[in-house]
T-cell receptor
Framework: GESVGLHLPTLSVQEGDNSIINCAYSNSASDYFIWYKQESGKGPQFIIDIRSNMDKRQGQRVTVLLNKTVKHLSLQIAATQPGDSAVYFCAERASGGSYIPTFGRGTSLIVHP | DAMVIQNPRYQVTQFGKPVTLSCSQTLNHNVMYWYQQKSSQAPKLLFHYYDKDFNNEADTPDNFQSRRPNTSFCFLDIRSPGLGDAAMYLC??????????????FGAGTRLSVL
């Protein structure tokens, strides 16, 4: 059978609260970042992306912040809903390297009604 | 409507019995990927095709092979599945390289069980 995986970092919030999911990266050459949402039993789904020449980008109820100085990325979800419960992955792509983004570890978001 | 379709959703095979997973796309994307994902882990890239150009990841076991007969279809062949190959297998597509062309569109996955 499947091997036991590592425990994912977990964030538990109440419905209606704002959620902040963090992602640290190590490659200073990373120039493009993507956030994916993966619901149970489904494939990852694109949420939002940001290039390294920006420090903030907003979508519908989501905001991504990029701090290149400390190599940190965050995804903010406003007014979190039960349907936001999922695992969230950040992915980074390094300039000059493979064009394929590399997935980070993932964070499990649990929204309590 | 689903744009990246994987079949079957669930596959049970026996130890050592070859199995093929399929993926089709309606996006006309140049790149197709296969990932393996185990519980509580990030997807792990096995290989990808950029058009007809096959690219294998260095640590992908020889037990895993892939075929892309045309733009729309891509197959993952596991020649002799072991218990450690039980996982979710994800197919993804992207337009190509550079910026937003890197955004990947994933299928719902095939859950493989090995008995």
């Amino acid at each position: 059978g499947e091997s036991v995986g590592l425990h994912l970092p977990t964030l538990s919030v109440q419905e209606g609260d704002n959620s902040i999911i963090n992602c640290a990266y190590s490659n200073s050459a990373s120039d493009y970042f993507i956030w994916y949402k993966q619901e149970s039993g489904k494939g990852p789904q694109f949420i939002i992306d940001i290039r390294s020449n920006m420090d903030k980008r907003q979508g519908q109820r989501v905001t991504v912040l990029l701090n290149k100085t400390v190599k940190h990325l965050s995804l903010q979800i406003a007014a979190t809903q039960p349907g936001d419960s999922a695992v969230y992955f950040c992915a980074e792509r390094a300039s000059g390297g493979s064009y394929i983004p590399t997935f980070g570890r993932g964070t499990s978001l649990i929204v309590h009604p | 409507d689903a744009m990246v379709i994987q079949n079957p959703r669930y596959q049970v095979t026996q130890f050592g019995k070859p199995v093929t997973l399929s993926c089709s796309q309606t996006l006309n994307h140049n790149v197709m990927y296969w990932y393996q994902q185990k519980s509580s882990q990030a997807p792990k890239l096995l290989f990808h095709y950029y058009d007809k150009d096959f690219n294998n990841e260095a640590d992908t076991p020889d037990n895993f092979q892939s075929r892309r007969p045309n733009t729309s279809f891509c197959f993952l062949d596991i020649r002799s599945p072991g218990l450690g190959d039980a996982a979710m297998y994800l197919c993804a597509t992207s337009r190509g390289s550079g910026g937003a062309k890197n955004i990947q569109y994933f299928g719902a996955g095939t859950r493989l069980s090995v008995l």
